[in-house]
């Protein structure tokens, strides 16, 4: 837990005197396997609020954890790319303002507050480290922090605007990273760059570089993200 500890200690945090995360619904999981087409978002938010609303009301998926207490709260796509467009050239060249879309719907069904952990095991102690991923592209505070040193995590990460910004600049990050250390890189087409930068997202840089960037080799949830990123063109 000494990564969840870090984490709360430089997040500022204050927990309720119960000391237990608040019981919250999330978005169900089969919501983010719908496309945009499957979906009329409408031209403002209610119209997809009420629409997820009843998605959400109508599931059986039970209650999940949320270390933060949020409720789920979306915005449509019509916001997600206006905000896009206003950051175009932060967008890498291997992706669309449409792609990237794809990415935020896969990762967050539109939900600012959505919350998941990734809980990771070290080899050595053994102990295992919760890592918080809040908002729409799902950011680590690692990640947040990498580019925003003032707004806390937990308020920052909730923000459209300054979330998606953050997840275009470590695309950026990635991309320059396997141009720098893939030396088939250059040479390689358009499909392959694409699940490079989607496993470096999704995966980690470093684990991709461990499997000498072979994308064949990530694991089953990464070909999932996979599937679904060609599955809805």
Do not use: C
């Amino acid at each position: 837990m000494k990564g969840l500890t870090r984490y709360l200690l430089t997040a500022g945090l204050m927990l309720s005197t119960v000391g237990k995360p608040t019981i919250n619904s999330s978005a169900p999981s089969y919501f983010s396997e719908l496309t945009p087409k499957q979906i009329s978002y409408g031209n403002d938010i209610e119209s997809f609020n009420e629409q997820t609303t009843y998605l959400m009301e109508n599931s059986k998926k039970e209650e999940k954890k949320n270390l933060f207490g949020l409720p789920a709260k979306y915005i449509g796509k019509t916001q997600i790319m206006e905000i896009l467009k206003k950051y175009h050239k932060y967008l890498p060249p291997e992706f669309s303002a449409n792609d990237i879309a794809k990415i935020i719907m896969k990762e967050s069904s539109f939900n600012v507050n959505a919350y998941r952990e990734d809980k990771r095991k070290d080899k050595k102690t053994k102990e295992v480290d919760i890592i918080p991923q809040l908002g729409l592209m799902q950011l680590t505070d690692e990640t947040y922090y990498g580019f925003e040193k003032e707004i806390p995590f937990e308020e920052g990460a909730r923000d459209p605007e300054k979330n998606i910004l953050i997840g275009l600049k470590n695309f950026g990050v990635i991309r320059n990273y396997l141009k720098k250390n893939n030396p088939n890189w250059e040479n390689s087409d358009l499909e392959y760059k694409q699940k490079a930068l989607i496993a470096g997202h999704n995966w980690g840089i470093g684990s991709l570089k461990k499997v000498d960037f072979d994308t064949d080799k990530v694991p089953t949830i990464t070909k999932k993200f996979f599937d679904y990123f060609y599955d809805n063109n």
